[in-house]
């Protein structure tokens, strides 16, 4: 995915705690040497919004919060995070990641895949240090989840009769279970309830399906809005993923029939990508993806009632409120 930087989420009591995560990280990329610490310099302080760590944090806000604890778990979420992002990268083939040029870009698809491999292992080699059990099985079910997921994706590249199980199985793997996954940490490095920890671990998948969601919406927005903004579209089905607005597109006969005629060709020129997005907002895939959306994010809303603690319900409400704004088609 090739996309600007984005901006963080504002909550007020944690925006101190967010500035030392940002200490934090970048401390941590002065630790290494060479290579390494300039492409994960690049990377890593290229302006990210921090919605994992933001989620862990506001999870761990009870009464036991305690930053200087809490940071090293959060930068090692952001660091499994952008590991990712580097491997997504290269399998993309994308020229920007956070408005710079990508690793596989400036040097070459090897040294990507290791500077990914390597910023792996420091996640555990971060959570081993909380000697905490519970933790590393979280975070390895997670990081196998990631794998997977973006192994689904590549098995049902082009596949114009994948349904929505496959979908929501796929979007769960590779991104709702690290929403989830940060949770559930911030829950148990806060010894919070089991009551609470199994909540905000709903709370984490839900709302790591919407936002995965609103992304795939975001990907066919061809308003005048988008289009102003100068945000690339159509990166997906170039690539050959098919999202929940074109498998609901593909409900549409017309739609059906029209997107096979183009996709026979082999590779889509930038006028067939424009031509099958307009084709796909002529029919009712856009609306009933958003109501996708929508239902997501309700139940995201519906879970906060049943977390403990009033600053953790208004910074997950926030999350929400910020995951409906940054998308002009799920308005
Ligand atoms: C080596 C850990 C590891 C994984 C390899 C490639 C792969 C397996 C997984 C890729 C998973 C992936 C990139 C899912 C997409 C999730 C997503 C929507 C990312 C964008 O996240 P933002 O918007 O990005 O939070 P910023 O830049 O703001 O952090």
Same mark, same amino acid.
């Given at each position: 995915?090739?996309?600007?930087?984005?901006?963080?989420?504002?909550?007020?009591?944690?925006?101190?705690?967010? %500035?030392?995560?940002?200490?934090?990280?970048?401390?941590?990329? @002065?630790?290494?040497? /060479?290579?390494?610490?300039?492409?994960?310099?690049?990377?890593?302080?290229? !302006?990210?919004?921090?919605?994992?760590?933001?989620?862990?944090?506001? #999870?761990?806000?009870? *009464?036991?919060?305690?930053?200087?604890?809490?940071?090293?778990?959060?930068?090692?979420?952001?660091?499994?995070?952008?590991?990712?992002?580097?491997?997504?990268?290269?399998?993309?083939?994308?020229?920007?990641?956070? !408005?710079?040029?990508?690793?596989?870009?400036?040097?070459?698809?090897?040294?990507?895949?290791?500077?990914?491999?390597?910023?792996?292992?420091?996640?555990?080699?971060?959570?081993?240090?909380?000697?905490?059990?519970?933790?590393?099985?979280?975070?390895? @079910?997670?990081?196998?989840?990631?794998?997977?997921?973006?192994?689904?994706?590549?098995?049902?590249?082009?596949?114009?009769?994948?349904?929505? *199980?496959?979908?929501?199985?796929?979007?769960? @793997?590779?991104?709702?279970?690290?929403?989830?996954?940060? #949770?559930?940490?911030?829950?148990?490095?806060? %010894?919070?309830?089991?009551?609470?920890?199994?909540?905000?671990?709903?709370? !984490?998948?839900?709302?790591?399906?919407?936002?995965?969601?609103?992304?795939?919406?975001?990907?066919?927005?061809?308003?005048?809005?988008?289009?102003?903004?100068?945000?690339?579209? !159509?990166?997906?089905?170039?690539?050959?993923?098919?999202?929940?607005?074109?498998?609901? /597109?593909?409900?549409?006969?017309?739609?059906?029939? $029209?997107? %096979?005629?183009?996709?026979?060709? /082999?590779?889509?020129?930038?006028?067939?990508?424009?031509?099958?997005?307009?084709?796909?907002? $002529?029919?009712?895939?856009?609306?009933?993806?958003?109501?996708?959306?929508?239902?997501?994010?309700?139940?995201? *809303?519906?879970?906060?009632?049943?977390?403990?603690?009033? $600053?953790? %319900?208004? /910074?997950?409400? *926030?999350? #929400?409120?910020?995951?409906?704004?940054?998308?002009?088609?799920?308005?």
């Amino acid at each position: 995915m090739t996309q600007k930087p984005e901006s963080k989420i504002e909550i007020d009591f944690l925006k101190p705690d967010i %500035k030392k995560l940002e200490m934090y990280l970048s401390a941590y990329t @002065e630790t290494l040497d /060479g290579i390494l610490k300039d492409t994960v310099k690049n990377t890593l302080m290229a !302006g990210g919004k921090r919605i994992r760590p933001t989620l862990f944090l506001i #999870c761990a806000r009870n *009464k036991n919060y305690d930053i200087d604890y809490l940071l090293p778990a959060a930068a090692s979420i952001e660091i499994i995070h952008t590991a990712s992002l580097i491997h997504d990268d290269i399998i993309d083939k994308s020229i920007l990641r956070r !408005g710079k040029r990508t690793i596989h870009q400036t040097y070459d698809k090897d040294t990507a895949k290791f500077v990914g491999d390597y910023l792996f292992t420091q996640t555990f080699a971060i959570l081993n240090n909380y000697q905490d059990t519970r933790i590393n099985i979280e975070m390895s @079910e997670a990081a196998g989840f990631l794998v997977k997921g973006e192994f689904n994706q590549l098995r049902t590249k082009k596949d114009l009769y994948q349904n929505e *199980k496959i979908y929501f199985d796929k979007i769960f @793997e590779k991104t709702s279970s690290l929403f989830k996954v940060s #949770c559930i940490l911030g829950g148990i490095l806060s %010894k919070s309830s089991d009551k609470d920890i199994k909540n905000m671990g709903r709370f !984490g998948e839900y709302i790591g399906t919407s936002f995965q969601i609103n992304d795939d919406l975001i990907d066919v927005d061809i308003s005048e809005t988008s289009i102003l903004v100068g945000k690339p579209v !159509g990166n997906d089905l170039k690539q050959g993923d098919i999202t929940l607005p074109f498998i609901y /597109g593909f409900e549409d006969i017309r739609f059906r029939r $029209e997107i %096979k005629q183009i996709l026979k060709k /082999g590779s889509l020129s930038d006028s067939d990508l424009q031509k099958i997005l307009g084709l796909l907002t $002529e029919t009712d895939a856009i609306k009933k993806t958003r109501d996708k959306f929508y239902e997501y994010i309700n139940m995201a *809303k519906d879970v906060i009632e049943d977390i403990d603690g009033e $600053e953790r %319900k208004e /910074g997950l409400l *926030k999350v #929400c409120e910020s995951i409906m704004n940054s998308s002009r088609l799920a308005k």
